[in-house]
C-alpha cells in the first residue's frame, strides 16, 4: 500500500512562483516515475509534467520553460517548482506516481495519486 500526500499549494499573485512537493509512503520495491496532473473548474485533467527515475522529463508546452519538475528517488519525493505563474495555471494539482509493489501473487505495478492541493493564481 502507497500514499501520495502534497504539499505547497496556495495563492499567489500573476508573476509569483511556488513549489509543491509530494512524498510517497509505504512499502514500495521499485519507484518507476512520478508526475503532476492539474484540473482547472470545467476542464479535463491534463498531464502538467512528469519525471522518471532515470532523470527523464517531459512537460506539457503551456508550462514549458515555467515549471521545473524533479525527483529524489531515495526519499521517494516529487517536485514542482512553479516559476511566472499565470493566472490560467489556476487548478487543483494531483501528483502521482508509478510504483511496483509486492504481493501475494509477485510484484504489481500500481499508479497511486494524491488527494491533491489547490493553487490559485490572482491578482
Known amino acids: 500500500q502507497v500514499q501520495l500526500v502534497e504539499s505547497g499549494g496556495g495563492l499567489v499573485q500573476p508573476g509569483g512562483s511556488l513549489r509543491l512537493s509530494c512524498a510517497a509512503s509505504?512499502?514500495?520495491?521499485?519507484?518507476?516515475?512520478m508526475g503532476w496532473h492539474r484540473q482547472a473548474p470545467g476542464k479535463q485533467r491534463e498531464v502538467v509534467a512528469g519525471?522518471?527515475?532515470?532523470?527523464?522529463?517531459n512537460y506539457t508546452d503551456s508550462v514549458k520553460g515555467r515549471f521545473t519538475i524533479s525527483m529524489d528517488s531515495a526519499k521517494n519525493t516529487v517536485s514542482l517548482q512553479m516559476n511566472s505563474l499565470k493566472p490560467e495555471d489556476t487548478a487543483v494539482y494531483y501528483c502521482?506516481?508509478?510504483?511496483?509493489?509486492?504481493?501475494?501473487?509477485?510484484?504489481?505495478?500500481?499508479?497511486?495519486w494524491g488527494q491533491g492541493t489547490q493553487v490559485t493564481v490572482s491578482s
Open positions: 502521482n506516481a508509478d510504483v511496483v509493489i509486492w504481493v501475494y501473487s509477485g510484484y504489481k505495478m500500481q499508479t497511486v
Open positions: 509505504g512499502t514500495i520495491s521499485r519507484l518507476d516515475a
Open positions: 519525471i522518471t527515475s532515470g532523470g527523464s522529463t
